[in-house]
Nanobody, 119 residues
Framework: QVQLVESGGGLVQAGGSLRLSCAASGSYAMGWFRQAPEKEREFVAYISRSGASTNYADSVKDRFIISRDNAKNTVYLQMNSLKFEDTAIYYC????????????????WGQGTQVTVSS
């Protein structure tokens, strides 16, 4: 059973930074998604199992950085220059296959962590 535990969410002012963590029970291709109230869950970023490949949604490119520490089976999402519209519940997800940018292709999900950006 794959377990994913997110942490690091909270309340931050616009322009600030937060770092989310996702501790996994093994090594997988990983993605971060987010869901704002009354909106669909959307892709944010993914990282390959080795960490060599990453990709970002256009809305977060140049502001967010996804990384991983394979010794700790932990994936991070460094979020900088946060905007009000980044407010959402952030979920990490694991995929048994390779990297992907669509939520339907992920096999396991964490419980989510709330990020609130005040304007």
């Amino acid at each position: 059973q794959v377990q994913l535990v997110e942490s690091g969410g909270g309340l931050v002012q616009a322009g600030g930074s937060l770092r989310l963590s996702c501790a996994a029970s093994g090594s997988y291709a990983m993605g971060w998604f987010r869901q704002a109230p009354e909106k669909e869950r959307e892709f944010v970023a993914y990282i390959s199992r080795s960490g060599a490949s990453t990709n970002y949604a256009d809305s977060v490119k140049d502001r967010f950085i996804i990384s991983r520490d394979n010794a700790k089976n932990t994936v991070y999402l460094q979020m900088n220059s946060l905007k009000f519209e980044d407010t959402a519940i952030y979920y990490c997800a694991a995929r048994l296959g390779g990297i992907a940018a669509t939520r339907e292709r992920y096999d396991y999900w964490g419980q989510g962590t709330q990020v609130t950006v005040s304007s």
